[in-house]
């Protein structure tokens, strides 16, 4: 094959994916493809105004026939649409970059201990357990917040304080939402995207139902996603 035909099959295949990711109508067009989806994707957004322009060379090989061909694309240009194709293709899984232990709580613990966690371990986000049940997440910040809220009484008593005491005063303690492990690193990016739920943390679980600590088995930040955002480029 040419290289103008194989810069055609590779367009085509791009637009193919993004009907298929995004749900557009079967017989959108690169342009549409690209327009529609330059705000949902993160790949299509850093390369759109390129990608603007592999359409307008696709529809100048398509459509201006003059019987020879008026423009043959360049290594570089393939390179990239290749490029840009294999990140569209095998985006990177939760699986495979935010698996690790989890530090859940019980509303009945101590303060105390939570502290100690924080000190020695360096943990800063705790699912909080009450039974069987998962009733939302306890962050570093949030105790700073109960705490200062305390610095103008004589004493608290750290150790007689619960998670529950704490995690009561906590207005952001249901800012998270469950992640699965297949989910891809768009999937992780629309969500703390989303204007519908504020998402401070991603708790990754394989479970249809979360009932033990043990069903946690990871956990994303939105600063995670920043540090690993190269990745989807």
């Known amino acids: 094959m040419k290289k103008h035909d194989i810069f055609l099959d590779d367009c085509n295949k791009l637009t193919r994916i993004l009907v298929h990711m995004y749900h557009l109508k079967p017989n959108a067009t690169m342009g549409f493809a690209v327009r529609a989806t ?3 994707n993160p790949v299509i957004k850093a390369h759109y105004e390129t990608l603007i322009a592999f359409v307008e060379l696709r529809n100048i090989l398509v459509h201006e026939t003059f019987g020879y061909v008026l423009a043959e694309p ?3 240009v393939m390179n990239l649409l290749k ?6 293709e095998t985006p990177k899984k939760v699986k ?3 698996i690790f232990d989890i530090k859940s709580v019980s509303v009945n613990d101590a303060l105390s201990d939570v502290l100690n966690i924080i000190k020695h371990q360096g943990y800063t986000h705790f699912p909080v357990f009450e ?6 997440l306890l962050t570093d910040n949030g ?3 109960f705490l200062s809220h ?13 998670v529950k005491d704490v995690f009561a005063s906590d207005e952001h303690h249901q800012d998270f939402s469950w992640v ?3 989910a891809t690193l768009y999937d992780v990016v629309d969500l703390f995207d989303s204007k519908q739920h504020h998402v401070r943390a991603a708790l990754v679980t394989r479970a249809d139902e979360v009932t033990h600590p043990k069903d946690i088995i990871g956990m994303i930040l939105p600063k995670d996603v920043a540090l690993f955002f190269d990745e989807l480029l």
């Open 38 to 40: 330059r705000y949902k």
């Open 74 to 76: 360049t290594d570089d």
């Open 83 to 88: 490029h840009i194709l294999s990140k569209l």
């Open 96 to 98: 495979n970059m935010f």
């Open 131 to 136: 039974g069987t049940r998962c009733i939302g």
């Open 143 to 145: 105790i700073t917040h």
């Open 150 to 162: 305390h610095v103008e009484q004589d004493l608290i008593s750290i150790q007689e304080t619960t």
């Open 180 to 182: 699965h492990p297949e």
